[in-house]
């Protein structure tokens, strides 16, 4: 289930953290880390109940099927956190909680994130590894969806794969909702990593997957390559459909081109780009489950934030509710390996 979990009262308390404890141990995490993940739960979900009266709470495991990485978002429309600083001190929590303060869950975490202000309410977010954490050369990258809210099973998904040369993501968004769209999606997912194309080639694989999906109930995709090469590195592009892909520079950001069509039609490459990518640049796709990113969606202060931070915020206040959707966000976080 990749659902958004409302938090309207203490109840939803339980209900976050048997999900992180069932989560974590279908995966077989070890008993410590599966009671530092309920630890974190509970404490987090009683800080929205505290501090905003109600939010909710997004867990996933990451990558699918292995479960090596569980990921959390915290968010709530409240009033912000005002003495942030102060609620990092051990025994500062609330008062229903263990008290051990957001010091304590960001030592529990792998990864900690927060955004706070009176104008953006609170979003924490954290990951977890089950062994040594993955690594990630110089792009730091992260995937979230969340199915339509009358479901249970998402049709949007998504592929990250790294290596030391270069980075590969899928997004694709199977037409519709519901198992007849998850099914589409994964048949996407399975044609891209079965295709004897060559990665760094994204238009040829979505030639090769557009031609073997002819007929298909279908779906909207694109695919980017990043290549790590030893001066720079570059990013190779194809899309078909709505799946909205931005470049953030600075304070610019670049939409990128799509080409209309899906999945299930004609055999096509879709649209294609290649540019070189420099350090502190964001990569967002996401489906538009979420509503366009403009201005106010984007508030001072969340592009500076981790990739997981952003996905979440973005996931939570651009979600349309009527649709399952995805986001994938990257930052090139140094120099091209060398």
């Not at 199915?147 to 199977?174: M, S, W, Y």
Request: charged share 25%; with cysteine.
């Amino acid at each position: 289930m990749k659902q958004w979990i409302d938090v309207q009262d203490q109840s939803a308390v339980a209900v976050v953290r048997r999900f992180a404890q069932r989560l974590a141990t279908r995966h077989d995490w070890p008993k410590l880390r599966v009671d530092e993940l309920a630890i974190v739960a509970t404490e987090a979900t009683t800080n929205i109940l505290r501090y905003a009266g109600k939010g909710r709470v997004l867990i996933d495991a990451l990558p699918e099927p292995e479960g090596d990485q569980i990921v959390m978002v915290f968010t709530d429309r409240g009033p912000g956190i005002s003495d942030l600083d102060n609620m990092f001190q051990d025994g500062v929590s609330s008062g229903d909680s263990a008290g051990l303060g957001l010091g304590a869950i960001k030592r529990l975490s792998n990864t900690f994130d927060i955004f706070t202000g009176p104008e953006i309410g609170t979003t924490i977010v954290c990951s977890f590894t089950k062994g040594t954490a993955a690594q990630t050369y110089g792009v730091d990258a992260i995937g979230l969806r969340v199915c339509h809210p009358n479901e249970r099973v998402c049709g949007d998904h998504f592929l990250l794969r790294q290596t030391p040369k270069a980075t590969d993501v899928l997004i694709c968004d199977g037409l519709g909702h519901g198992p007849e769209a998850d099914a589409a999606g994964q048949e996407v997912v399975q044609t891209v990593l079965h295709s004897r194309a060559s990665n760094s080639e994204p238009g040829a694989v979505m030639g090769e997957v557009t031609e073997k999906l002819v007929g298909k109930r279908g779906a909207v995709a694109a695919l980017a390559h990043i290549e790590q090469a030893p001066s720079q590195m570059t990013l190779r592009y194809a899309a078909l459909g709505n799946i909205a892909t931005l470049r953030v520079r600075g304070g610019e950001i670049k939409r990128l081109p799509v080409r209309d069509g899906r999945i299930g039609a004609r055999s096509t490459r879709g649209y294609e780009e290649s540019f070189h990518l420099e350090p502190g640049d964001l990569l967002i796709l996401h489906s538009d489950g979420l509503r366009t990113l403009r201005d106010g969606f984007l508030p001072q202060g969340l592009l500076h934030k981790s990739p997981l931070l952003i996905a979440g915020f973005l996931l939570d206040r651009a979600f349309r509710g009527r649709d399952d959707a995805s986001i994938v966000v990257l930052r090139i976080a140094r120099e091209a390996v060398r």
